[in-house]
Nanobody, 122 residues
Framework: VQLQASGGGLVQAGDFLRLSCTGSGRTFSTYNIGWFRQAPGKEREFVAAISWSGVNLYYADSVKGRFTISRVNAKNTVYLQMNSLQPGDTAVYYC????????????????WGQGTLVTVSS
């Protein structure tokens, strides 16, 4: 499966953004999808994940209550709604597939899209 992340941009603290991860191929709906982010000089970290059915959701503690992951399989798209953005959320955001649901280790994901940059100014 090929993945493409989009929707990043420059916003102010307190603003919101919605990222999209669009997949190619008929099998996209069978993949669990994860969102990760990587800030300059830091390791890639888990943000959120959603099962292929959309029933099971997982979030990093740092984004719980602010970010929401969802998917529309008919559109081959997974969304990451990010509210109340903070400067600490500044990073390149990646979507990934190919891991069991609930995996938070980036090494467990086989397929990656290119990142989309989110910059939050104070």
């Amino acid at each position: 499966v090929q993945l493409q992340a989009s929707g990043g941009g420059l916003v102010q603290a307190g603003d919101f953004l919605r990222l999209s991860c669009t997949g190619s191929g008929r099998t996209f709906s069978t993949y669990n999808i994860g969102w990760f982010r990587q800030a300059p000089g830091k390791e890639r970290e888990f943000v959120a994940a959603i099962s292929w059915s959309g029933v099971n959701l997982y979030y990093a503690d740092s984004v719980k209550g602010r970010f929401t992951i969802s998917r529309v399989n008919a559109k081959n798209t997974v969304y990451l709604q990010m509210n109340s953005l903070q400067p600490g959320d500044t990073a390149v955001y990646y979507c990934a597939a190919g891991a069991a649901i609930g995996q938070v280790n980036a090494n467990d994901y086989k397929y990656w899209g290119q990142g989309t940059l989110v910059t939050v100014s104070s």
